[in-house]
């Protein structure tokens, strides 16, 4: 079945850019039936959905996040990315990738273990 | 943006007994949410979509009901692996999609 898993550093100093990637393996990125999404757990709080990417390279973001945070898909490598620049100390969470499911159905299965990342000088 | 409510935050409860956990959202969103279970240290794990059904390997004791803006997930007969924090998230229409805060059910 499918899998995914996030990888990327654990701490970031504030102003930095904080580049994640999700690798999926078990299935392709390319099948046109899902979307690829990032979501994110500050430490204790609820999750906040960032965004998702479909494999034509379409993007849709949270719009009450900056526009800080970029999406991107490698197809080649059967993974995607989050960039997240300007990072300060609010942006640290643990990172989850998960695959949503297509429109009109879009929960999310499965979901990457998640890594936490910490913003601090 | 669509506000997912859960109530109670945290639910005390005992094994083999029923415990009942509520979502509302702002607005209606027809039958348009999901329901995961997230135990410490992992990743949230789907266990109801469309408002009612079941996903693969859920057990039966897992029930999920409601259309419109409140929504019920029932856990019939609580076992000890399901201690954990559950959260309903909303997929109405289009995005931002939203999770609700979270209801822990812990031990009695």
């Known amino acids: 079945q499918v899998q995914l898993l996030e990888s990327g550093p654990g701490l970031v100093k504030p102003s930095e850019t904080l580049l994640l990637t999700c690798s999926v393996s078990?299935?392709?990125?390319?099948?046109?039936?899902?979307?690829w999404s990032w979501i994110r757990q500050p430490a204790g709080k609820e999750l906040e959905w960032i965004g998702r990417?479909?494999?034509?390279?379409?993007?849709k973001y949270n719009p009450s996040l900056k526009s800080r945070f970029i999406i991107a898909v490698d197809t080649s490598k059967n993974q995607f990315s989050l960039r997240v620049t300007s990072v300060t100390p609010a942006d640290t969470a643990v990172y989850y990738c998960a695959r949503e499911h297509y429109d009109f159905s879009n929960w999310f299965d499965p979901w990457g273990q998640g890594i936490l990342v910490t913003v601090s000088s | 943006e669509i506000v997912m409510t859960q109530s109670p935050a945290t639910l005390s409860v005992s094994p083999g007994e029923r415990a009942t956990l509520t979502c509302r959202a702002s607005q209606t969103i027809s039958n348009s949410l999901a329901w995961y279970q997230q135990k410490p240290g992992q990743a949230p794990r789907l266990l109801i979509y469309?408002?009612?059904t079941r996903a693969t390997g859920v057990p039966a004791r897992f029930s999920g009901s409601g259309s419109g803006a409140e929504f019920t997930l029932t856990i019939s007969s609580l076992q000890s692996e399901d201690f954990a924090v559950y959260y309903c998230?909303?997929?109405?229409?289009?995005?931002?999609?939203?999770f609700g805060q979270g209801t822990k059910v812990e031990m009695k």
């Open positions: 990417i479909f494999a034509t390279g379409s993007t």
């Open positions: 078990g299935g392709s990125i390319n099948t046109g039936r899902y979307y």
């Open positions: 469309a408002a009612s």
């Open positions: 998230q909303q997929y109405n229409n289009r995005p931002p999609w939203t």
